[in-house]
């Protein structure tokens, strides 16, 4: 079983910055893809940005496209997610997500890290 753990969130003023990290627990960690999503209060979750473990293709949400960076680093099994620019409407629960090969859903999730903007 895979646990992911989130670090990084907080609380920052608009325009700041803040770079969320995400480390897989396991030792053999290959998945198809690592993505992060976010939850505002009374609100859907949605997509922010993902990215392929083998080939590094990555993609964004629209909102947050110029502004976020996704990366990852096989070795250390980590995605990391920088944040640029930040907004009072990017303040959310995000959480880290990894997607299995030949699956077409994200089947692990970690915990979720708070962020928040403030205006």
């Known amino acids: 079983q895979v646990q992911l753990v989130e670090s990084g969130g907080g609380l920052v003023q608009a325009g700041g910055s803040l770079r969320l990290s995400c480390t897989a627990s396991?030792?053999?960690?290959?998945?198809?893809?690592m993505g992060w999503f976010r939850q505002a209060p009374g609100k859907e979750r949605e997509f922010v940005a993902s990215?392929?473990?083998?080939?590094?293709?990555?993609y964004y949400a629209d909102s947050v496209k110029g502004r976020f960076t996704i990366s990852r680093d096989n070795a250390e099994n980590t995605v990391c997610l920088q944040m640029n620019s930040l907004k009072p409407e990017d303040t959310a629960v995000y959480y880290c997500?990894?997607?299995?090969?030949?699956?077409?859903?994200?089947?692990?999730w970690g915990q979720g890290t708070q962020v928040t903007v403030s205006s």
């Open positions: 997500a990894a997607r299995d090969w030949g699956r077409s859903r994200y089947s692990y």
């Open positions: 396991t030792h053999t960690f290959s998945p198809y893809a």
């Open positions: 990215i392929t473990w083998s080939g590094g293709t990555t």
